[in-house]
Nanobody
């Protein structure tokens, strides 16, 4: 029902910046939150940031607070993650995800996921 495609990943040096983008298509009117998650090798998937699709309220993991900024455009149906002051520990596959209002109200997991984009920060 909702398709998500990430772009913008790549190799950057410590202290550098990178901007990830996610394009959503399909039944985007049902989206409640758009989020970014990441998973490093051998580690659990972790929450990075999320934005309310209607009022633009933003939420961040403590590990990225002050360095990353999430933004969305529900007219263009895109969400971005601006990553500054990157550290080697930010190296991971980053996933864009979306959850509908119905799923959120029932306590379910995010409904839709992109394929992921690799971010590598060299030391």
């Amino acid at each position: 029902q909702v398709q998500l495609v990430e772009s913008g990943g790549g190799l950057v040096q410590t202290g550098g910046s990178l901007r990830l983008s996610c394009a959503a298509s399909g039944r985007t009117f049902s989206v409640y939150l758009m989020g970014w998650f990441r998973q490093a090798p051998g580690k659990e998937r972790e929450f990075v940031a999320a934005i309310n699709w209607s009022d633009s309220s933003a939420y961040y993991a403590d590990s990225v607070k002050g360095r990353f900024t999430i933004s969305g455009d529900n007219v263009k149906n895109t969400v971005a993650l601006q990553m500054n002051s990157l550290k080697p520990e930010d190296t991971a596959v980053y996933y864009c995800a979306a959850i509908s209002r119905a799923s959120y109200s029932y306590g379910k997991d995010y409904d839709y996921w992109g394929q992921g984009t690799q971010v590598t920060v060299s030391s």
